[in-house]
């Protein structure tokens, strides 16, 4: 308090209230008049930037407490807003535009004010845009009231006086807008030329000015190495059969992202591979052989057989059959049954050829031969060596009319004579749930060998849903399908990308596809197999043998080896389950699973296949 004694025997008494002005919230403190002490201001905000979105109506409030009893509202408060100015004359560091001023907004198009119960103020932005930004001042002048007394007669005169104290605490607004990309300067669907160079924009505004980064659908590698690129542009040299598919560009920034898919097709001729050349059985029993044919989705390949120069057709639909599948890039994949043998195809040239729109015609690189699976009657057999273990059975032959020919008594398992070949490989990362009881989940993963040769469709749905296919309705994937069951001793089984809770699944033929031949033995741990329900029943599910599992033979399609990560196997294998449905206690989850290119494909040898060990390769 302030006391002044004058000539004229007046004393004034002067109360003075100090006015401290924020940028953005304001409140004065619980102290009364009669304390003696001045009211204080404290700011609230949610950081020295405030963010406001383009185009929005953003509202900054100050509240006031502690308002001097006696004195109205009306009386106490006239709010008063400023704000930075960018036209400030040369030499001045900062300077302020006057916004609104006793209660009235100067532009009453571009702002508002409003008042919320006794001391609540808000000031209203309208249609916030890149202009708005800067420091914003909410600043609440007090009425300075003087006394007069006299010691003769009294009388009291109001003066109003205003003060103002300017207390600076910075609070910036800041104009953000989430991501979006620009229809018109990105990239669309596109039909390509094979050899072509590519380039693909995507062209995204926000801001702050958002990251681009481009991916493939299920994870697949990018042309020229990678998983991710951070450019507004991706640009693909000569560009392969490898490139077409769906690219997805994303722009991020800190209110989110956006993202566009833009599909790759290309037109090129019929493209035709024999995935199973040199196919083994006994005469009289049923053998399936495949073709694969990359083509343009834009003109879908007729594919024909021949066996022996005959076109296998209507006239001897009673000898075969020929069903065509259209899966992942428009491939048809091509399926010759030959229901039973005979001597007839013994050696004999067995062609796919393919042709489209574009009258385009490629034949096989290379024949399918039925080899001669059955002893001669005439033979005289003499068993040179035997593996009891596999049934493999090598046997020597002398016959009247072939000498000594190496024949296979058992040719389902015959692949295990000098290998199998791995067309492809795998990496499958699992989430686990405290892993090894360290109370955190833990990523782990295991590298696999695929047998594309013996069990082409089960390496072709394995691939397809590990990049994920579009069926049903929706995106079939085995990222983020449960391990939903562990068999203590025998299986780790997964793949339920229907339901994804082990009651379905779905293959990328269509809801199941038949079983291929029954090439491999299940002779060691890590081989990897379809699960079904009964004959012809694959559909998406597999598993994992923890160990040797001979009674799975012939009725379950192997076609691949865990080749890296047996004790990652071995140590989910050991996580307990229940005795009733076999579901693990903890969460397992596949987190990733990603296609690996490989320059060339390499034999597993019969030692490798035997081991439970991890290979090197």
């Not at 990560?565 to 990603?594: F, W, Y």
Request: one cysteine or more.
């Amino acid at each position: 308090m302030l006391g002044t004694k004058m000539k004229q025997n007046y004393t004034f008494w002067c109360s003075c209230a100090v006015v401290i002005i924020t940028h953005h919230t304001l409140y004065i403190s619980d102290a009364r008049r009669d304390t003696g002490l001045d009211p204080t201001t404290t700011i609230f905000k949610t950081g020295p930037v405030m963010d406001a979105v383009r185009g929005s109506t953003f509202e900054l409030r100050c509240d006031v407490s502690n308002r001097p009893d006696g004195i109205s509202q009306e009386q106490y408060i006239k709010t008063r807003w400023e704000r930075d100015s960018t036209n400030c004359s040369e030499g001045i560091s900062t300077c302020k535009i006057l916004i609104a001023q006793d209660r009235l907004p100067k532009d009453e198009q571009k702002y508002g004010l409003k008042f919320q119960a006794a001391d609540t103020y808000f000031l209203i932005i309208k249609n916030v845009d890149e202009n708005d930004e800067g420091n914003y001042d909410c600043q609440l002048p007090l009425t300075l009231y003087t006394k007069v007394y006299d010691t003769v007669r009294l009388r009291v005169d109001v003066i109003p006086l205003t003060l103002y104290t300017k207390v600076y605490d910075t609070v910036r607004l800041r104009v953000v807008e989430a991501p979006s990309i620009d229809p018109l300067k990105t990239s669309s669907d596109m039909t390509v030329t094979l050899g072509e160079d590519v380039e693909l924009t995507c062209a995204a505004y926000g801001r702050p000015k958002p990251l681009v980064k481009w991916t493939r659908a299920g994870n697949r590698m990018l042309p020229g190495g990678g998983y991710v690129r951070y450019s507004e542009k991706l640009l693909i040299k000569e560009i392969d059969f490898n490139g077409r598919g769906d690219y997805i560009c994303t722009a991020t920034n800190d209110l989110g992202d956006d993202d566009r898919i833009i599909n790759i097709n290309m037109d090129f001729p019929p493209d035709v591979q024999a995935k199973n050349a040199g196919a083994s059985q006994k005469i009289g029993y049923e053998i399936q052989l495949f073709c694969h044919v990359d083509a343009s989705s834009n003109s879908r390949p007729v594919v024909t057989w021949t066996v022996g120069g005959d076109v296998v057709g209507s006239s001897n639909s009673d000898l075969y059959k020929v069903t065509d599948y259209t899966s992942a890039f428009s491939r048809v994949i091509s399926k010759l049954t030959i229901y039973k043998v005979s001597p007839a195809e013994i050696n004999t040239d067995i062609k796919c050829s393919a042709r489209n729109a574009l009258r385009n015609r490629q034949r096989c690189l290379q024949n399918h031969r039925v080899g001669y699976c059955a002893t001669h009657p005439r033979s005289v057999v003499i068993i040179q060596s035997s593996i009891a273990d596999t049934f493999l059975v090598v046997i020597l032959c002398h016959s009247l009319d072939s000498l000594n020919e190496l024949l296979l008594v058992d040719c389902a398992v015959a692949h295990f004579a000098g290998g199998e070949k791995v067309t492809e490989e795998a990496i499958l990362t699992f989430s686990v749930e405290d892993y090894q009881g360290s109370g955190e989940e833990k990523n782990v993963s295991i590298h696999i060998g695929l047998f594309g040769e013996i069990a082409p469709m089960s390496v072709l749905n394995f691939v397809g849903l590990c990049k994920g296919q579009a069926k049903q309705g929706k995106f079939l994937h085995y990222v983020g399908t449960p391990l939903h069951r562990i068999v203590p001793d025998f299986v780790l089984q997964m793949g339920d990308v229907l339901n994804r809770d082990g009651t379905g699944g779905y293959s990328i033929f269509g809801p199941t596809y038949d079983d291929e031949e029954f090439h491999m033995s299940h002779v060691s741990k890590g081989f990897m197999g379809m699960a079904n329900t009964g004959k012809n029943t694959n559909g998406s599910q597999f598993y994992i043998t923890l160990a040797k599992a001979r009674w799975l033979d012939r009725s379950h399609v192997v076609f691949g080896k865990v080749i890296k990560g047996l004790d990652v196997v071995a140590e989910i294998g050991e996580i307990p389950a229940s005795k009733a449905t076999a579901h693990p206690m903890k969460n397992i989850k596949i987190s990733a699973c990603q296609i690996v290119d490989i320059d060339r494909k390499w034999v597993m040898t019969e030692e490798q296949l035997f081991s439970d060990e991890d290979i090197k390769v």
